[in-house]
């Protein structure tokens, strides 16, 4: 095969056109946050820039706010023994915009350690994650959640999803269509797709060891009046927690895309474990006759 030039690859990889391949977590999220779609990309790789998103821009009303940890490079949180949530002050929020039309996908990753797979002191559910907007007094418009109570005893938690504004049951929403199960200490990867031309919505999940599910398949969502511009990390309960050792969860590598006109090829690219990419090899969306090296 003809090998494609340093020169070439950096230029095809600068227009979006190839992938990583076999990537890792790092040079998965490094791409994207050079294709042209990307509005916003967070690694939190730093506490610097952790503490740019915190909730409370006013350190005195921080309660435990998240910190840098090296050892897994992401944004920590610990929550008590008897709490059942970070702080609303603490959570992480990125900010990309207003976005209306055309389609947003919104990809991050986050890890549960094993005491979530433990004795929770009757905690039933996080509000893990939350695409929000400013536009109304209720900033909440579809929620990820982590149902505590739904895993087998040894995992973390089943994932689904519902919505506030935009669905005032705030029942579960409807039409899933997979199901997914986080285990403890594995880095797991959200990619949730609002096409609001169609009015639809997506969400497909993975971890180090499992490829992408899809759980939902663009769902009809007929109100999206107002877009998203922005998201959090939540990790919220309305419940009470009685009891049950303290809890440790991370964030890494949220990024924000406008337009893409593939997400099932960004969604397949790449994998979530950290560490070394392996081999190189021809990239499934590399044209023909080429070889990245």
């Not at 982590?146 to 089943?158: G, Q, Y």
């Not at 050792?245 to 690219?269: H, K, P």
Request: proline share 6%.
């Amino acid at each position: 095969m003809r090998k494609l030039t340093s020169k070439a690859l950096c230029y095809l990889l600068i227009a979006g056109i190839l992938g990583p391949a076999s990537a890792n977590a790092d040079e998965y999220f490094d791409w994207l946050r050079r294709r042209p779609e990307t509005i916003l990309a967070r690694g939190y790789q730093s506490q610097a820039e952790i503490d740019a998103d915190i909730a409370a821009t006013n350190p005195a009303n921080r309660v435990r706010p998240p910190v840098y940890d090296s050892t897994v490079k992401g944004a920590r949180w610990t929550i008590p023994a008897g709490v059942a949530s970070i702080a609303g002050q603490d959570q992480l929020h990125p900010r990309f915009g207003t976005v209306s039309s055309g389609n947003l996908l919104l990809v991050w990753e986050a890890r549960w350690d094993s005491a979530f797979a433990g004795n929770l002191g009757g905690l039933e559910t996080h509000k893990a994650f939350q695409l929000a907007s400013d536009s109304s007094g209720d900033k909440r418009r579809i929620e990820i959640r982590t149902r505590f109570s739904l895993a087998p005893s040894n995992a973390v938690a089943m994932v689904d999803a519902r919505g506030y504004i935009w669905n005032p049951s705030g029942q579960p929403l409807p039409g899933q269509t997979g199901q997914f199960t986080i285990e403890p200490n594995k880095w797991t990867r959200f990619w949730a797709f609002l096409d609001f031309n169609a009015r639809t919505f997506s969400l497909w999940v993975a971890d180090e060891d499992t490829k992408p599910v899809r759980l939902f398949n663009r769902m009809q969502y007929s109100n999206m009046s107002g877009g998203i511009d922005h998201f959090w990390f939540e990790f919220n309960s309305s419940q009470e927690r009685g009891g049950g050792s303290s809890l440790t969860v991370w964030g890494r590598n949220f990024a924000a895309l406008r337009n893409v006109s593939d997400v099932e090829a960004i969604v397949n690219q790449g994998d979530v474990e950290p560490g070394d990419p392996g081999e190189p090899e021809v990239l499934p969306d590399a044209p023909s006759g080429l070889t990245v090296r």
